[in-house]
C-alpha cells in the first residue's frame, strides 16, 4: 500500500519514515539524518555538523580530532597525551609519569640553574672587591653637623661635592676648595641638580666671620663646610665627598676621555694651563690644537676647569667644571657598575667622604636611575666687590637668593628663608651696602 504524502509531495509510511522538506530520514528507530546527513542511531552514535563522533564509550573526536576514550585519555590541542597513570606530553612533548619524572626540562633546569649559578658568583666577585676597593677611603665623620630650625627638605638627598687642588695630597683641610657645589637627588624620579656656589662668596663662616665661602674648608674642613652651605642656604647636608683634581683627570682617562666645545678663548688659555697642571701632577698633555668639539684627555679636561679668565670670569668656570662633572656621569653611566670597577680602584687615593661603603655602592648600583636635569650657579643675584674680605661675590640680599634656590631644587615655590638666614642677609648688606 502505498503512503500518504503531504503538500510537499514526500511521504510518510506506517514505519514513521518521513523525509523532511529538504529531503531528511526519520525513521522508527529514532534514526535521523539532520541537515548535513547527520546520523543519531539507537545506540546514542552521534556525528556533529564537522562529522565529529561521540559514540556509546564516553568517546569524542572534538572539533581537531581529538580522542577522549573511556579510559580519561586525550590527544590535546597539540596531540598531547593524558592517561590513566597522569602521564603528559606537554606543550613540547615532555613526559610526567607516576615517578613526576620531567627529562627534558629537568635537563634544561639544571642547565638554567648552572648558568645562573654562574651570574651570582661573577656579581658577587665584582661587588667584594668593589667593596675592598671602598675600605680605602679616606672617611671622615662628621660629628657636629648644623642645620637651622625648621628645614625639611625630605624626598631628596642632598650631598656636598668639594674639588680641591691639592699638591700634596691632603683632602680634608688646610687647601681652599676651589670647587664647591651642591648634588641634589630627587629619591622618587632619580633627576639630579647641581649647584655650584662660586668660592668668592660672602657669607657667615659659621665662626662669627663672614670671609669667602672657599676659606672654611682650609680652616675646618669638610664638617666646616658643610655646615656653611647650610647654615647660609636652609639646608639639610649630612653627607659630602672631596675629590682631588688629580682623581678627575685619571676618571676622565679611564672612561675614554670626555667631548668639550671649546671656544678659541678657550682653548689659549686651557694651553696655558696645561703647563702648570703638567708640572703639578707629572702628567704628560698635549696642546688643543683647533676650536670647537673634540674628545680630551684627563690633563686637558682639568685645565679647562681651571679656566677663570675668559668672559664670565669665575661663573663661567664653574659652568665648566659642572660641564665636565656632567659628561664625566654620562660616561660612567653608559659603563655600568661592573665598567666602573677599574675607576674605583684607581679613584680611591683621590677620594675624602662621610659615606659608608653600603651608602656608596647603593649609590652606584642605581647609576643607571640617575639623570642630571639642570645646573647652576649660586648666588643668582650678585655683584662683585673688593671689600675687607677681598675681592667677593656679594649676593645681592641673601635672603631671596635662598628662597630662588628652594624654588630651583625642591620646588618650592614662595619659599620663606629661616629667621637665621634673614638675620646673615642683613648683616651682608650692613657690611658691603650691596642690597
Known amino acids: 500500500m502505498k503512503g500518504k504524502r503531504n503538500e510537499h509531495g514526500r511521504g510518510s509510511n506506517p514505519q514513521r519514515q518521513y523525509r523532511d522538506p529538504q529531503g531528511y530520514y526519520d525513521g522508527p528507530q529514532g534514526q535521523y539524518g539532520g541537515p ?19 559514540g556509546p564509550q564516553g568517546q569524542y573526536i572534538d572539533p581537531q580530532g581529538y580522542y577522549n576514550g573511556s579510559q580519561g585519555q586525550y590527544g590535546g590541542p597539540q596531540g598531547y597525551y593524558d592517561g590513566p597513570q597522569g602521564q603528559y606530553g606537554g606543550p613540547q612533548g615532555y ?33 667584594l672587591f668593589v667593596f675592598a676597593q671602598l675600605g680605602r677611603i679616606d672617611r671622615v665623620k662628621l660629628k ?32 681652599n676648595s676651589d670647587t664647591i657645589m651642591i648634588a641634589s637627588i630627587n629619591k622618587w624620579t632619580g633627576d639630579v641638580k647641581l649647584v655650584s656656589v662660586y668660592r668668592d ?46 682623581g678627575i683627570i685619571e676618571a676622565v682617562d679611564l672612561l675614554g676621555g670626555i667631548e668639550l666645545d671649546i671656544t678659541e678663548e678657550e682653548r689659549q688659555w686651557l694651553n696655558g694651563y696645561l703647563v702648570e697642571t703638567s708640572q703639578v701632577t707629572g702628567i704628560p698633555y698635549t696642546e688643543i690644537a683647533y676650536a670647537g668639539t673634540q674628545q680630551v684627555t684627563g690633563i686637558q679636561a682639568m685645565a679647562y676647569c681651571r679656566i677663570r679668565y675668559t668672559e664670565g670670569w669665575d ?13 664625566l656621569f654620562e660616561k660612567a653611566k653608559a659603563k655600568g657598575v661592573a665598567g666602573l670597577v677599574p675607576m674605583i680602584n684607581t679613584m680611591m687615593n683621590y677620594v675624602s667622604t662621610s659615606m659608608s661603603n653600603t651608602e656608596l655602592l647603593s649609590l652606584a648600583s642605581q647609576i643607571g636611575k640617575y639623570n642630571i636635569q639642570e645646573t647652576t650657579g649660586f648666588p643668582f643675584n650678585q655683584q662683585p666687590a673688593n671689600i675687607s674680605a677681598g675681592d667677593c661675590v656679594v649676593p645681592v640680599n641673601l635672603a631671596a637668593n635662598v628662597s630662588q634656590l628652594h624654588a630651583y631644587l625642591f620646588g618650592d615655590e614662595g619659599y620663606t628663608p629661616s629667621q637665621t638666614v634673614q638675620e646673615i642677609s642683613d648683616k651682608i648688606i650692613l657690611d658691603t651696602g650691596i642690597q
Not at 548535513?36 to 561521540?54: E, I, S
Not at 615517578?99 to 656579581?123: C, D, N, S, T, Y
Open 36 to 54: 548535513q546527513g547527520y546520523y543519531d542511531d539507537p545506540q546514542g552514535q552521534y556525528r556533529d555538523p564537522q562529522g565529529y563522533y561521540n
Open 95 to 127: 613526559y610526567d609519569g607516576q615517578q613526576g619524572k620531567r627529562p627534558k626540562k629537568k635537563k634544561k633546569h639544571r642547565k638554567l640553574k648552572f648558568a645562573l649559578e654562574i651570574i651570582v658568583l661573577i656579581i658577587l666577585g665584582v661587588g
Open 144 to 175: 657636629d653637623i648644623l642645620v637651622n630650625t625648621g628645614i625639611d627638605t625630605s624626598g631628596y638627598r642632598n650631598i656636598a661635592l668639594f674639588g680641591v687642588d691639592s699638591r700634596e695630597g691632603q683632602l680634608e683641610s688646610g687647601t
Open 201 to 246: 662668596t660672602y657669607l657667615d663662616n659659621t665662626n662669627g666671620e663672614y670671609r669667602k665661602a672657599t676659606e672654611c674648608f682650609a680652616g675646618g674642613g669638610a664638617e666646616r663646610a658643610v655646615n656653611m652651605l647650610n647654615k647660609n642656604l636652609d639646608l639639610d647636608i649630612k653627607d659630602f665627598m672631596t675629590v682631588d683634581f688629580n
Open 315 to 327: 661663573f663661567k668656570r664653574t659652568e665648566r667644571q659642572r660641564t665636565v662633572l656632567g659628561k
